[in-house]
């Protein structure tokens, strides 16, 4: 069992996904580039994402109607470059580490059209089973998630 | 009684509120004016604002943590002007008409600096009693809202 | 020419374009549906999406940064329906009417996994020369924009 | 002169800054509480406060149309708690370090009805001559924005 779940750890870290967002003109702002607050919304869409590239049956979307919340406890976001409407952002996603109650992914974000650096992110995230109100142990979600 | 409930009426059709919205920088694009998406959110801030100026204990806000949502049905929305980064939006909010299951807003916004007029609104909203999942009488819900 | 005009007009008026969006989790509210002022996000997609299938070889979001701005001067939406975080939303749209300075289309907006209207929605559009500050003849922006 | 501006640099790291900013409908999501992101626009809102406490004759909000524009460059943000629809924050900001590119912000992010933190904040910001593209010295932009 233990087994099991160090050799499905082992997978989770070394999983990547890539996924693609589109800027939409009120992404931008009075700059003429995408405001700071709406590279939430693009990391978001990889975390999503990379769930669902790891996911069994289920999609990560369903959890939120099952009574179980991934919320956000930490966010680190350092930006690199700035992208105007019209450009792809593309969303490169890895987990960093598997706490207990934590779970931290790294994000980079970067301008499809040149490769241009837009933002890297570490991110830390939770779950909240809503029926016990309390956090689920990661590994445990994990293995629920995945089944 | 209903002597009681047409005077409420006619106190709620000749009621008018005001209120004051700040435009944040991520509202506005790359145009450097507010994104025409956002006049929603600045009438949603008269509507709330109207409530609470004919409200009695209870806030607008309370209603729908009691399983009582105000949901729109239709927006008519002509644009007449623009604002930018620092301006404040004065939003003019009455009712148009009360009908079964239905109410109707008018809302009038406007730039506080120079009077410009911003935007013309009718909107269409309903009450949903969350736990029947039925449309509630206008009404009724007024009344309920002003015990 | 007025020729080359009228079958550019009659082609455009046949054309529709079909986009697909998906919803995400901050574009849902207390309600758990997605708020109302995000289907102008959505159908603000499918006016992208439908000027980029009839599009030449520069893309419609170009044209901003080339300081011809399509502005929205009135929107007429009917909620009918209401979709949640991980729905997609299928946006179809057409033009309505071809006028002098204004543009009208048509956008319907449903739930792909059931076909569920959600929205039906007319926005009147306007083309902005930003360099003159005047507002454009359509066709004349059209054959600018198809060059 | 260096006295001068140390003597302000003194003034600027001594002082601080509260706002009040409401929470809408839109800015919570199907979990019922205010979705992570929207604590950027929050703690934005405490930059703009901040910045108008400390001002001369001009706003900040003046200084984008000016050519300077103040951009994020790094975000650190620790969620402690949630706010609702209808709950009001209080963002209390002050500047942790004044640097020659950069200036770093401190925000501190509360419920008002019951002083529940809900997230710490650490910015750090730049700013931008729009006209030479070139990164401007704070204590340079600093003076010019206090005259």
């Given at each position: 069992m233990m087994e099991r779940k160090d050799s499905l750890r082992q997978k989770l870290l070394s999983a990547t996904d890539t996924t693609r967002v589109k800027v939409r003109f009120?992404?931008?702002?009075t700059m003429g580039v995408v405001h700071f607050k709406n590279y939430m919304i693009y990391f978001d869409d990889g975390f999503v994402s990379f769930m669902n590239s790891i996911k069994?049956?289920?999609?990560?979307?369903?959890m939120i109607h099952e009574g179980l919340a991934c919320g956000v406890k930490h966010v680190d976001i350092t930006y690199e470059g700035s992208a105007i409407f019209g450009d792809y952002v593309i969303v490169k996603t890895r987990i960093k580490d598997i706490g207990n109650k934590s779970i931290t992914f790294i994000h980079e974000l970067s301008k499809?059209?040149?490769?241009?650096?837009?933002a890297k992110v570490e991110a830390v995230r939770f779950v909240l089973?809503?029926?016990?109100?309390k956090l689920m142990n990661i590994m445990d979600f994990l293995n629920y998630f995945l089944k």
């Open positions: 009120n992404d931008t702002d069994n049956k289920r999609n990560i979307e369903e499809e059209s040149d490769n241009t650096l837009l089973n809503l029926k016990t109100n």
